[in-house]
């Protein structure tokens, strides 16, 4: 490697300590160099002192479609977050792989079904939603708008639909839990040191989450290449709102968040007796790991690739979550996401074995253009479309689409 791009590595966090680790092991090339950290562990002293403002837009948006939000994001974010936002891990093939594969998976209507008006209402672990789309998790809204998820939680509130809070979030989740008294669900990036775990589970259910969503697909951070160009640092001075309250020094605080990078099946029973709240896992990508759910009593499958953004290579989560499916076999709520950007693919995901659909960067773009209008903006378009669609495939309501209505894929 030459030294400008030798560099360039080195500025970035993730690259920092994958370099120092390997550079202290002897014979160097005897070991295999330790891997990347996860985003909660490369927090570095100064980061608290990073300046970052999000845009401060409180509008309701005119939406023709969500590439369009991307657009005009872009215009008005900083370029290190919005690049945050978009990007994907490594080569990006999973995250454009996610949005051609959803693409190619054709509807196909049934006409002359005698439908009015489609019924979009759905329950989801005993939670009743008007339409079956929710927020997908994702940290540190501040990076979008000045609110952060408090700006979130409110457009989702005025809207009736469930959103999922981020363990990285920069609002307080007992903050989020006060400006959305409706139904709400905790991601989980599991700390290692499990009294800090336990202060963050039990912080969660005592603000009123229903359930719990650890994610399981990101132990540690797959290179995200615009962020390493960009010398993106996380911008500390955001918060982190769900730092353990015991130690006021924010650097300290988060480093005390770095999750669990050998988790496995213990952690998650250790999620569900700690709490007794309903345990979703997210980031299923195949039918062994939702079979071995099921069998260690897990209430939910997260169908996701985290959007492109955990391991680069893996298939658009639209092509996992059929063979999801047939192994759920109806027995536990599947939540699907990665990709969705209109109506069709809530519609696609609905028909291939999905309960609920979630969406990721387009609420983040409609919070960035609009704080909270924008948000539930973000969220009635979607409504809207899908209820186009459901009405033009001949769907009466939710749990009637089903395959039947895709027709074979294009190669
Ligand atoms: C995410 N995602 C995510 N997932 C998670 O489990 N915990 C997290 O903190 C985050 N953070 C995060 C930040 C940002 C900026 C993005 C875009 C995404 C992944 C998220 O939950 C979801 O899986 C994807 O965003 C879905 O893909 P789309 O809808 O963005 O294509």
């Not at 690259?15 to 005897?30: D, E, K």
């Not at 093939?93 to 509807?107: D, F, G, S, V």
């Not at 186009?388 to 309501?397: F, N």
Request: proline share 7%; no cysteine; net charge neutral.
């Amino acid at each position: 490697m030459d030294d400008i791009k030798r560099r360039d590595l080195l500025l970035t966090g993730t690259v920092v300590a994958a370099a120092a680790a390997a550079a202290a092991s002897t014979p160097a090339l005897a070991q295999t160099p330790a891997p990347a950290g996860n985003a909660r562990s490369n927090i570095q002293p100064g980061d608290e002192l990073i300046p970052y403002e999000g845009s401060k837009e409180v509008k309701s948006l005119r939406i023709i479609n969500t590439a369009e939000l991307e657009v005009e994001a872009e215009k008005i974010l900083p370029r290190g977050g919005f690049d945050y936002i978009q990007s994907g891990s490594g080569a990006e093939y999973t995250k454009r792989e996610n949005i051609r594969a959803l693409e190619a998976t054709p509807i196909e209507p049934h006409f002359l079904s005698g439908v009015l008006k489609p019924d979009l209402t759905v329950n989801i672990l005993g939670s009743n939603l008007p339409f079956p789309i929710i927020v997908a998790p994702m940290g540190s809204h501040g990076r979008a708008h000045v609110s952060k998820e408090v700006g979130t939680a409110t457009g989702v509130a005025a809207t009736g639909t469930l959103m999922i809070l981020s363990t990285v979030s920069n609002s307080s989740l007992e903050d989020v839990a006060r400006a959305n008294p409706g139904p709400k669900w905790m991601q989980i990036y599991l700390p290692a040191d499990r009294g800090v775990a336990r202060e963050l589970l039990q912080r969660a259910k005592a603000a009123g989450y229903t359930a719990l969503i650890p994610t399981i697909d990101t132990t540690i951070q797959y290179p995200r290449e615009t962020n390493i160009r960009n010398n993106f640092r996380t911008p500390l001075s955001l918060g982190r709102g769900n730092a353990p309250r015991s130690e006021s020094d924010p650097v300290r605080a988060a480093r005390m968040m770095a999750s669990k990078t050998d988790l496995n099946w213990d952690d998650i029973a250790f999620i569900k007796q700690e709490t007794n709240l309903p345990v979703v896992i997210k980031g299923v990508m195949s039918p062994v790991t939702a079979t071995r759910a099921i069998e260690r009593g897990v209430d939910g499958v997260y169908v996701s690739n985290h959007g492109g953004r955990a391991l680069d290579g893996v298939s658009a989560s639209i092509t996992a979550l059929p063979r999801v499916a047939d192994a759920v076999r109806g027995r536990v709520p599947i939540v699907f996401d990665s990709g969705v950007r209109r109506g069709q693919d809530v519609f696609r995901a609905l028909a291939l074995g999905a309960d609920v659909v979630a969406v990721g960067r387009p609420v983040m773009y409609g919070l960035a253009l609009g704080g909270h209008l924008g948000v539930q903006s973000v969220l009635e378009y979607l409504r809207n479309d899908l209820y186009i669609v459901m009405q033009l495939a001949g769907t009466p309501d939710i749990k009637s689409i089903t395959r039947d209505y895709i027709a074979p894929r294009i190669a």
